[in-house]
């Protein structure tokens, strides 16, 4: 490890893992510092503001509503968002009387390109088993609370396929623009454990 550049300043086993690897994979041509950059600079893109752009767009126009659930990878690419390298992305609609709440019972497998870092609690073992055990009182935890109607369904999340949900428009906010629309839409509304309100 003493050979790796600035190996006197790591701190933790995972960044000098990450160092040597990064090392080993440029010293062996499979990608390029530049690669590394561009990827990172992608990631960095990625947050709730991206997928609220998208909601409020949802929201406001049924052909772009229509494109996201069908196809969210191609969506989020039309509102500029880069989803290359990203595994495909589908969106769950609620409605009054269905909600979606998603999860990854395996890791944390998330739709970063347009809702940015997981969020810790959704990586953790609490979440990751209670969200399927019990999804109403996990949702309950952060005072979301629904008519007793409303069916819960609870979505995996996996290396293969990303969910995001579009939740629904709330009352009172007719008139509203896109702007305006896409500063209410908060991650949790995203996942399901929240919905937005004015
Ligand atoms: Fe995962």
Redesign the pocket.
């Known amino acids: 490890m003493s050979a790796l550049p600035y190996a006197d300043l790591l701190e933790t086993d995972g960044e000098k893992l990450l160092v040597a690897l990064r090392a080993a994979l440029e010293a062996k041509g499979i990608v390029t510092p530049q690669e590394v950059a561009e990827r990172i600079r992608i990631t960095d893109q990625g947050s709730p503001a991206q997928g609220a752009r998208m909601v409020a767009r949802a929201w406001t126009d049924p052909e772009y509503r229509a494109l996201m659930l069908k196809d969210g990878t191609a969506a989020a690419e039309a509102l500029g968002i880069v989803m290359r390298g990203a595994p495909p992305l589908g969106v769950l609609e609620n409605t009054a009387d269905l909600h979606h709440l998603v999860v990854?019972?395996?890791?944390?497998?998330?739709p970063r390109a347009v809702l940015g870092y997981p969020p810790f609690w959704f990586k953790s073992a609490a979440y990751r088993a209670r969200a399927v055990r019990d999804p109403r009182g996990v949702i309950g935890e952060w005072g979301t609370v629904l008519p007793e109607h409303t069916r819960i369904v609870v979505v995996d999340?996996?290396?293969d396929y990303r969910w995001m949900v579009l939740p629904v428009r709330p009352a009172g906010t007719e008139g509203w623009s896109e702007e305006q629309l896409a500063a209410i839409v908060r991650e949790g509304d995203m996942i399901g454990v929240t919905v937005p309100g004015v």
């Open positions: 990854c019972t395996l890791c944390s497998c998330y999340s996996t290396a």
